[in-house]
């Protein structure tokens, strides 16, 4: 069974950093683009940055440009998101997504993803 498991949400003062993993079970995320998404409740699901298989094409949303970074480890297929400078309204429901067919990232990272997690929540509040 394919699956994308992300982990590393929590709660974190504002201010904080946290970093979230998104790795596989049942298949390598080498050949795959991976989008980070979240949705706060009452809220649409939002791209919040996104990173190609060979790491070349990236993109952030404008809320989290500067403070989110992601990186992808293909030799322990995982990538990361790694969040600093957290506010209050960065609270909400991490999800990974995968897809082999995207090779570039233009202005969002929407796709119709081949493969979801079950999400991490992150909460930021002090």
């Known amino acids: 069974q394919l699956q994308l498991v992300e982990s590393g949400g929590g709660l974190v003062q504002p201010g904080g950093s946290l970093r979230l993993s998104c790795a596989a079970s049942?298949?390598?995320?080498?050949?795959?683009?991976i989008g980070w998404f979240r949705q706060a409740p009452g809220k649409e699901r939002e791209g919040v940055s996104c990173i190609t298989s060979s790491g070349r094409s990236t993109h952030y949303a404008d809320s989290v440009k500067g403070r989110f970074t992601i990186s992808r480890d293909n030799a322990k297929s995982t990538v990361y998101l790694q969040m600093n400078s957290l506010k209050p309204e960065d609270t909400a429901v991490y999800y990974c997504a995968a897809d082999p067919r995207i090779t570039y990232y233009g202005s969002s990272c929407a796709y119709n993803y081949a493969y979801w997690g079950q999400g991490t929540q992150v909460t930021v509040s002090s």
């Open positions: 049942g298949f390598t995320l080498d050949y795959y683009a």
